[in-house]
């Protein structure tokens, strides 16, 4: 990562389930490190569960501004975005990170921001790739969802990350099994694997790694 | 790279439900279960199948009702409200006897309620939502391995009784994402002498019907019905048992639940509390004669609960209330933490010395 110049508006958009929030949030963490401002904000008006609000208290105590509808984890299953997200693309003060819905259906409402991004033209739209989701198992059908984002939300993806994983039980072995096929999609798309980004739990020895701090579950049992 | 993938619940009931072989999906979107709607629709296409949106919960499984008398595998899922809306056509298709998977990702009620995960479907589920005397047979997935591994049984379970089975499971475990290893299955070829393929001329008309008009043939068939029911009790009860070897408390929980108190057995058990956990893995037929075994042997039971305690009658009934039973719930779409559990414990091993 250290090689990594980021741009003012950094997206990231994929099939739903491939990590994007996970990423965001240790992305904007990440950049923190390099930048004073930086802001992130919530796109997903699909998904009602797991959302960027889940880490607010990670975000808040980085300094970090998060920007989510106030009915995220709520009950209130309404799409609706924040009247700030204009300020992101507007104001242009800080750098941003979009965490964008999943699939073409999530990124819909990235649209209606698509005019300001492409005006200033300092932004990285990031495709998340994990191969170990059923309808994304290989760089073609991958390929395919780029497809339908970019027609989606009117940005076309400028590069990729490897988020390959299979939940707790990956292993390091799981993620390199995955590099190639990572390749094949750059190759395919004309588009850099920027980082590949694993759990930190993992060590995994490669150049370009954006290493995750995942949130702990209630659920996730710790055998003895 | 492994055969394992990453799948949320609701993806891996759908994909399991085509491994079972089921060609026939019918349902309306409702969070939290609409990735399941949303997987059909692109899968089947692409196999063969047929995916519809049908213009109501009450549509769809009526036309569930429809394939299932055809012979063919056939599944709908909903969450709670969509669920209710559904109940009359349960009732329907167990009068008719027909097999069929219907699918309950449970949300917060009564009434429109929230989306957040409950278990307040409990007693809709397993002691008939619909009218007049029928049971489905209802399994609960605790992962999203059994979403998938309990979604193919369900298909055979429901062909080898012509008994309608649900999948009750609920928001947390539909939404959240595990690894998955689906296995490739041949589906139980189960022969439907009874079904609606066309006579050909070569038969008599098969008719299937939940309308009887004479009241002693209706008895009988209902008797009948329930000696079917009795087998189901004898032979595919399933449950789980953690810890229960040495145990002198007991955690009654099952679902999502149950791995928020695995959890809080661990911690309680590090504090000296020798507790055990029983998992219902079918909640109809319920896993009472384990319980019973376990009321010989252990000091008190804890329910655990994401609803205003509604398994914790099934408990009470299954040791005949020969233990003090005592209810661990969070309500509404919340979920209790393994320390609000833990809690619960302790002040049971406290009180019942």
Redesign the interface.
Known sequence: MDNYTPKRVTLFAGH??SGKTNIAVNFALWLKSKVLNVKIADLDIV????RTKDSARVLDNAGITLISSKYANT?V?LPALPEQTYGLVQRRDSYAVLDVGGDDRGAYALGRYAPYILEENDYEMVFVA??????T?NAEEALEVMREIEGACGIKFTAIVNNS???N?TTAD?VR??LSEAEKLSDLSGLPVIFTSVDEKINVNENNVLKLTLQE???D???? | ??D?????GN?AIA?AAIKAGCRHYFGYPI??QT?IAA?MA?RMPKIGGTFLQAESEIAAINMVYGVAACGLRVMTSSSSPGVSLKQEGISYIAGADLPALIVNVQR?GPGL????PSQSDYFQATKGGGHCDYHLIVLAPASVQEMADLTIKGFDLADKYRVPTMLLSD??LG?????VELPDVTPVKVEKPWAVTGTKNEREHNIVNSLYLKPEILEKTNIERYERYALIEKEEVMYEEFMMDDAEYCVVAYG?AS??S??AV?KARAEGVKVGLIRPITLWPFPADALKKASDKVKAFVTVELSMGQMIEDVRLAIECKKPVVLCNRTG?M?P??EEVLESIINLAKEVK
């Open positions: 739903y389930g998904n009602p569960y797991f009950n299953d994990n191969f170990y989701r059923p309808l198992a994983n299979l939940g039980i799981d099994a995955t579950k209630y659920f049992i710790k055998e003895n | 790279m492994k394992k993938v990453l799948m949320k993806e994909e969070t939290p990735e997987y692109k917060g309620g929230g989306i957040q928001g947390t939404q959240m994402m595990e690894p999502i791995r928020v695995k959890n661990l779409g979920i933490t393994p």
